[in-house]
């Protein structure tokens, strides 16, 4: 079994910030590359931030490039993303997912499509009041 637990969301005010943090248990953590997505009501989930298996590189969607972080502790088996200058817009649901490695992946490839993902966490809400 593979179990992914997502915390750290809450109410906060534009321009706080917040950190998220995924714990990972069930299988090697290293075997996978992770992301966050993210979902509002009413809304398609989309494309957060993603990290490699290796943890050395990472990519972000525009919308919150140069105000999140997304890390990995491969020793604790947990994913981060740190989020600074919330915006009311980043309100949503925010998941955690991993990605199966089962081939050896270009270095310009990272996954940005939820169906690229093979497990998913419960998620956890995300609320920024104006």
């Known amino acids: 079994q593979v179990q992914l637990v997502e915390s750290g969301g809450g109410l906060v005010q534009a321009g706080d910030s917040l950190r998220l943090s995924c714990a990972v248990s069930?299988?090697?953590?290293?075997?996978?590359?992770m992301g966050w997505f993210r979902q509002a009501p009413g809304k398609e989930r989309e494309f957060v931030a993603t990290?490699?298996?290796?943890?050395?590189?990472?990519y972000y969607a525009n919308s919150v490039k140069g105000r999140f972080t997304i890390s990995r502790d491969n020793a604790k088996s947990m994913v981060y993303l740190q989020m600074n200058s919330l915006k009311p817009e980043d309100t949503a649901v925010y998941y955690c997912?991993?990605?199966?490695?089962?081939?050896?992946?270009?270095?310009?490839?990272?996954?940005?499509?939820?169906?690229?993902?093979?497990?998913w966490g419960q998620g956890t809400q995300v609320t920024v009041s104006s």
């Open positions: 990290i490699r298996w290796s943890g050395g590189s990472t």
């Open positions: 069930g299988r090697t953590f290293s075997t996978y590359a």
């Open positions: 997912a991993a990605k199966k490695k089962t081939r050896t992946y270009a270095s310009t490839y990272y996954p940005t499509g939820f169906v690229e993902y093979d497990y």
